[in-house]
């Protein structure tokens, strides 16, 4: 499963980080979100699901 930040869409709410902070971190120089791992695993998918769930820019797909 592939998970991706859409750095043009991404308002930097933090809400994904702070609904699944295994999957997604926010960078210290913009604040913007980014995945730690580009691929994750089922162990990890339904963690990606919920912090996509939660942007409310929908800037986080998740296939
Ligand atoms: S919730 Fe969406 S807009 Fe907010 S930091 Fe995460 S990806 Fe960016």
Redesign the pocket.
């Known amino acids: 499963m592939r998970v991706q930040?859409d750095a043009g869409q991404?308002?930097?709410?933090?809400?994904?980080?702070m609904t699944s902070p295994e999957v997604?971190a926010?960078r210290d120089e913009d604040g913007?979100?980014y995945p730690l791992h580009e691929e994750v695993g089922s162990d990890l998918a339904e963690a990606a699901r919920s912090g996509a769930d939660?942007?409310?820019?929908r800037?986080?797909s998740v296939e």
């Open positions: 930040v991404c308002q930097g709410h933090g809400l994904c980080q997604f926010l913007h979100a939660a942007c409310p820019e800037a986080i």
